[in-house]
């Protein structure tokens, strides 16, 4: 069974700091990676995509992939109370079709 | 670029109906995947269209099937509606493109089954 893990959290850190977000996958065959935000009760909204080892900036936010790790992560810097929302990290294969979820880490950011 | 739309946005069926959800991705988009989100499993993937073509499918029953049509756009049908089927149920549309597969999600139809 292929799998992305997350920690689920709450994971809390004060306004202003940099939350670090961590996700696993095991298929090895995966190419694409991608971050989502979801609001409670809204629908997930992309917020990152990264295809190459390193890392991606855009604005606040860095992902980074280590395909030898099998590791992705979203920093968020100058986190804001905005911020507090669940991160979903997904990866995708090609071939497959699909795009394998984790289950979310719920980040919280405290005023 | 409009974005993915979805229709209804809510429905409230009662056990044993069927219900017929409607999804038209974003222009340019070939590919819909359809996922159904629960508090308890988080997003669990139903299906996936191409070109009219399901190409892939969850571990879902057949009770939960789906089409594409010429236009792309999709539609997903749950028969003998059960109370577990109360769900967000979620489109995503994406270019299919060897790289940069970006996943764009509508705002999803929530489902409540009484």
């Known amino acids: 069974q292929k799998e992305v893990e997350q920690n689920s959290g709450p994971l809390s850190v004060p306004e202003g700091a940099i939350a670090s977000l961590n996700c696993t996958y095991s298929d090895r065959g995966s190419q694409s990676f991608f971050w989502y935000r979801q609001y409670s009760g809204k629908s997930p909204e992309l917020i990152m995509s990264i295809y190459s080892n390193g890392d991606k900036e855009d604005g606040r936010f860095t992902a980074q992939l280590n395909k030898a790790s099998q590791y992705v992560s979203l920093l968020i810097r100058d986190s804001q109370p905005s911020d507090s929302a669940t991160y979903l990290c997904?990866?995708?294969?090609?071939?497959?079709?699909?795009?394998?979820f984790g289950t979310g880490t719920r980040l919280k950011v405290l005023a | 670029k409009a974005g993915v739309t979805q229709t209804p946005r809510y429905l409230i069926k009662t056990r044993g109906q069927q219900v017929t959800l409607s999804c038209s991705p974003i222009?340019?988009?070939?590919?819909v995947s359809w996922y159904q989100q629960t508090p308890g499993q988080g997003l669990q993937f139903l299906f996936e269209y191409f070109s009219e073509t399901q190409r892939n499918k969850g571990n879902f029953p057949g009770r939960f099937s789906g089409r594409q049509f010429s236009n792309s756009r999709s539609e997903m049908n749950v028969s003998t509606l059960e109370l577990g089927d109360s769900a967000l149920y979620l489109c995503?549309?994406?270019?299919?493109?060897?790289?940069?597969?970006?996943?764009?999600f509508g705002p999803g139809t929530r489902l409540t089954v009484l």
């Open positions: 997904a990866a995708y294969t090609s071939g497959t079709y699909k795009y394998i």
């Open positions: 995503a549309s994406s270019p299919d493109r060897t790289s940069g597969n970006e996943q764009f």
């Open positions: 222009s340019g988009h070939r590919s």
